[in-house]
């Protein structure tokens, strides 16, 4: 089963002061319906960002799934380019970054979701 464990929005530390970072655990057991699952996923982001502080430009998602991350990327980067409110929170994200990761903490990769495709 597919879920949202976690979506909220933190104040973390920096040099210039608090940064509003908008953070999402994901969970995605199922891949038949993983394409599905990021869409709501991504349409759950999009009501916490319009909640969130007006300066929010970060976010992580962590993801623990079998998925490569490649293959979550692309399908954020494609519901992004699709659906004009997310692409424009999007643009406005200067660190978006996505790590796969296993139940018990372990990062097995990480990527980001702006910026050049690698």
Do not use: H, Y
Request: with cysteine.
């Amino acid at each position: 089963m597919n879920s949202i464990v976690n979506l909220k929005t933190v104040n973390t530390d920096s040099p210039s002061g608090a940064i509003p970072v908008i953070v999402m655990g994901l969970n995605i057991d199922d891949l038949d319906s993983a394409d599905e699952f990021i869409l709501e996923a991504a349409e759950k982001f999009k009501l916490q960002r319009m909640c969130s502080p007006p300066t929010t430009s970060a976010m992580l998602i962590t993801v623990v799934t079998a998925m490569p991350i490649a293959q979550f990327v692309s399908r954020w980067r494609q519901i992004s380019s699709e659906d004009e409110i997310l692409g424009f929170f999007m643009s406005q994200m200067r660190r978006a970054d996505v790590m796969r990761g296993t139940t018990v903490g372990v990062a097995l990769e990480t990527a980001s979701l702006v910026g050049s495709v690698a």
